[in-house]
């Protein structure tokens, strides 16, 4: 695994919280899935170059585990990881934690993301770019 990297930052606002009092959970999506954009620049990579060679990633699997609540006004951080490179896909690993110390977890965050050609919407192989940066950072490959 990946050293853990700010993949972005927020504030919960009382918008984003339910008739409870606490974030609904519909937000920790918004905000894992925004981290999620931004976590190719801590990499060294941009998405506009997946865009460009006509590829895109598809999430083909997302699990969210709640941990603490969050109020409204609490600043917090997505760090975030990559635990596994393959042929076609990446996993990413997230955590929103509290902004300050960083040590109280929220929630974390696990996601399979597959490369995939624009036109044909099938699974092609992780870009060499992608694959060089991501290896260098120490991202275990699956396939050795």
Known sequence: MSEWKVFNRAVIFPWH????GHMNVRWYAHFFDDGSFLSWSCYGLDARTLKDSGIHTAVVRSTIE???ELLAGAPVSIL????RLGRTSV????RMVDAVS???IHATHETVLVFCDDVSRAAVPVPETFREKLLAAGVPD???
Do not use: H, L, P, V
């Not at 919280?17 to 409870?20: G, S, T, V």
């Not at 975030?80 to 635990?83: A, E, L, M, V, Y």
């Not at 996993?91 to 997230?94: E, G, H, K």
């Open 80 to 83: 975030g990881t990559f635990s």
């Open 102 to 104: 960083e040590d109280i």
């Open 17 to 20: 919280c339910d008739q409870f």
């Open 142 to 144: 699956a396939n050795s």
């Open 91 to 94: 996993t990413m690993n997230q």
């Open 66 to 68: 709640f941990k603490r």
